[in-house]
């Protein structure tokens, strides 16, 4: 099986670890501090694009009917625990 280390647990880190063990590699995913620990200092910041346009489909898909509105902009601060939270909580991810 095909290994696959990922750096960083913010947005890109998760979307491709989630990706690549939709595709059937081994991932680890290394983080020093909290998932999402630069967003959470954006403080009341939002991203200039919707939700929609910040993960692709497959990985929004992961989060079921908990997802964020595609319209949505949401803060750092929303990102996190919408999101990232619940992505790296996912048994794929988690373990």
Not at 29 to 35: A, G, H, K, N, T
Not at 37 to 50: C, N, Q
Not at 56 to 75: K, M, T, Y
Request: aromatic content about 4%; cysteine-free.
């Amino acid at each position: 099986m095909k290994r696959l280390l990922v750096i960083g647990a913010g947005p890109v880190g998760l979307v491709a670890a989630a990706q690549a063990v939709m595709r059937g590699l081994d991932v680890t995913v290394l983080e020093r501090d909290r998932v999402g620990a630069a967003l959470r200092r954006w403080g009341r910041t939002r991203f200039f694009t919707p939700f929609q346009m910040n993960l692709p489909p497959d990985v929004r898909d992961l989060l079921g009917r908990s997802a964020p509105a595609p319209d949505r902009h949401l803060e750092g601060r929303e990102m996190v625990e919408e999101v990232l939270e619940p992505l790296a909580a996912l048994p794929m991810l988690a373990s």
